[in-house]
């Protein structure tokens, strides 16, 4: 195409890889560059949504900021290098640790973005298997791992989540999410608010359950205020309500289901009076809540970061799902059901081992193994306290934990004692300042795309593949070969070793995979796996061995990585469907709805129910134009006012003397900082509310939009010896806090207030 100036412009379709919404997007691209980003009305699933964080895919890839080549540290500056020299630094800095004090002494932090890379969903098992160290850390305990927990003990799995059939329920019940800013996570339902609108549309409802009034909030039929870190009560009460009042209905649930006496039983201690004065939800209302979940046709019960970043994260995503399964609303249409994504094989029948926590411990606060990793809240106690194991090299992979986990100035403090680091990351930030070497991977419009996560949770059926859009640039390196390289470096098989090494390993696995499941010789499936690149035929395996793939020629017409390609908007599924018994693999092959784990910390949330609660209690919050902390230097998306302020309810504003416009100063028991006041009711009073990812400009970062706009680091007021046990996530909301007006160089601030 040519456009109105006579240059050639070409029109390519991706999917979205910033948030869990995996919308497609339209891109025209130009020369070398992509030059207009808008949403991709043909596609599948997101028609034509697109939200301002997609619209700014072309500046966020052609970022001047934006590492394109690697950086070693010399004389506390970091210098470009060449690729090899840079390989070589890490093996100079990582074996000798690795040979002398074992692998447990190198740690590993995995951030968000892996799980929006094909790279992190395919060639990160590979380095953890080859470092072999227990030291792995993840963003996942700072975010979803409460609901891994509780769904790995009702299903088997902790990847096993059930999301809310948003296109055909009758009543949502929304908790700590707020999805018209984050479009939706653990459900990946691209133009959540369109989904949202239609509940209503059709004469159904949605409530909404937060400590603050939030755009989603805005949006319900119904908007209630709840004490932070108290849906785990609300939740009890409502269960409590559904036996007093006999509305227990399983209906096709029933002969599928362990545990609903002993459920009982445990309910009997939070009737809906005792839990009211806990989460200041109104006795009537918790009643009600449970009727209306057991008399609407269809419900859904959906709870996000409110109800997992908490104290009882864990009891509290266990009772989101207690409720589903008592309403009779697990599994079947219009309430929360199971998808079924293209790359994953369905199981023959119900049953497995089920979920097992501890196999190893940390080594310092000996908290359990959970998921192959251990609490990001003790990453910094296993890098300061000596001893045998203690962690003295840490590799970091699209992470940014110095803003992003609990404590971060300890962290912080904890990186700069470090004998090596090597970051994959394509930012010199908070984190990577720290590496010794940074390994930047190209952009995200030079790496195709698939979504190994967010399809398994997408609440319609789907599947989307985007070759990539632009070409690789010359002195770049993909993700995966990355990737490959370290692995090989902690395989002693050395720096320069070519990576195609590995990409054959893997190929070769997956083919004698395939070969197992569909009876043929591997020899004879290599010669048709198709794809330029190794995570393409990677895929190409998975799809076509998949739940509805071509089988390689004797399902004709399923899905193959041909197929994909020749379907740029993606290639629609259909609507959940019902998947019970097959999708359990808890040892009874059902749903077992009180794992002996879980019963056994109901205890702990019993106790609290005596407790008296704090005055004033930190929340973080969402903005639409932020994700998390990487983003921040995309101009477009700081511009206008200041986002990163204290929110203060003017009823607490008035008693603490702090002025809108004013500065704070904020205490808790892990750190202090001064924020920007904003006075407003839309916190309840004795709440505040900061949002985390800010904190910019610090020494050695370049990122110079996000130094322009720095904020500060809420992370610095969250605890990192407060965590939600079953879980070891960490506690990030309901931090309880000191705010004192703070004095500036013009005088008191208090004193504006008029
Ligand atoms: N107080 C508080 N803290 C929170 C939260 C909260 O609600 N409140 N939320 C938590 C949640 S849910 C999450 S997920 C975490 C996120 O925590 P992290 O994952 O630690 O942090 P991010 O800000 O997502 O940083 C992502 C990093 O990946 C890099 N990156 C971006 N794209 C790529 C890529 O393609 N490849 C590679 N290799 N790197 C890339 C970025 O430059 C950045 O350094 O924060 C958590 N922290
Ligand atoms: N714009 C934008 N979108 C994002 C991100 C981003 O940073 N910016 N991050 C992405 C990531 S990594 C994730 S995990 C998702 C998160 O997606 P969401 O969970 O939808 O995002 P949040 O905005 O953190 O919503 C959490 C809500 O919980 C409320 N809350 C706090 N404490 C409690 C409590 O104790 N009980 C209840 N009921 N509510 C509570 C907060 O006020 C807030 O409104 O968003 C993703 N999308
Ligand atoms: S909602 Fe998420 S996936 Fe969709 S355009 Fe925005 S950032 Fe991209
Ligand atoms: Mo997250």
Known sequence: MI????????????????????????????????????????HVFSHGFICPKGATFGELAADPDRLRRPLVRRGGTHVEVGWDEAFEAVERGLRPIIDRYGPHAVALYLGNPNVHTMAGGLYLTPLLRTLGTRNIFSASTVDQMPKHVACGYLYGNPLTIPVPDLDRTDLLLVLGANPWESNGSLATAADFPGRLKAIQARGGRFVVVDPRRTRTAEHADEHLFIRPGTDAFLLFGIVHTLFAEGLVELGGLAGHVTGVDEVRELAGAFPPERVSAVCAVPAERIRGLARE????????????IG????????????????????????????????????????????????????????????????????????????????????VRAFVTVAGNPVLSTPNSERLDRAL???????????????????????????????KGHYDFSFLALAVRNFAAYSPPVLPGEP??????????????????????????????????????????????AASELRALVTGDHPAERLLDIALRTGAYGE??????????????????????????????????????????LCAAPIAADVERLRTALGRDHDDLVLVGRRHLRSNNSWMHNVPALVKGRDRCTLQVHPADAARLA????????????????????EVTDRVMPGVVSLPHGWGHGLAGTRMAVAAAHPGVNSNVLTDEFVIDRLSGNSVLNGIPVEVKAEFSDTGRVGEVLS
């Open 658 to 677: 702090l002025a809108d416009g004013g500065d704070a100063r904020v205490t808790s028991r892990a750190g202090t900082l001064s924020a920007r006041v």
């Open 3 to 42: 456009d109105m100036a006579g240059v050639a412009t070409r029109t390519a379709f991706r999917t979205c890889p910033l948030c869990e919404a995996a919308c497609g997007l339209e891109l025209t691209t130009r020369d070398d560059r992509i030059v207009a980003a808008r949403g991709d009305r043909e």
């Open 475 to 520: 002195a770049a390196l993909d993700e995966c070969d990355i990737l490959a390289r370290l692995t090989l470096i902690a395989a002693g098989r050395g720096a320069t070793t070519d990576p195609a090494i590995l990409h054959e390993q893997m190929l070769e696995q997956a083919l004698q995979r395939a070969a197992a499941a569909t009876g043929r």
């Open 293 to 304: 979940l057991a008399a609407a046709p269809t419900a859904a019960v959906y709870g996000r």
């Open 307 to 390: 109800t997992c970043t908490v104290e009882f994260g864990t009891l509290t995503s266990w009772l989101v799902d207690v409720v589903n399964v008592l309403t009779g609303n697990l599994d079947r249409p219009g309430g929360v059901m199971f998808p079924l994504a293209a790359h994953v094989s369905p199981r023959p029948r119900a049953g497995g081992k089920g979920f097992h926590t501890g196999r190893w411990h940390s080594r310092v606060r000996a908290l359990p193994e959970i998921k192959g990793e251990l609490p990001v809240a003790t990453l910094a106690d296993e890098i300061e306290t000596p001893g045998d194991e203690q």
């Open 551 to 592: 089988r390689f020629g004797a399902s004709p017409g399923g899905l193959s990585l041909d197929r994909l390609l020749a379907e740029p908007h993606g290639v629609d599924l259909g609507p959940l469907q019902p998947r019970l018994p097959e999708v359990l693999q808890t040892p009874s092959g059902k749903v077992e």
């Open 416 to 446: 700069g004692g470090l004998d090596f680091m090597v970051s994959v990351d394509p930012y010199l930030n908070e984190t990577t300042r720290h590496a010794d070497v940074v390994l930047p991977p190209s952009d995200p419009a030079r």
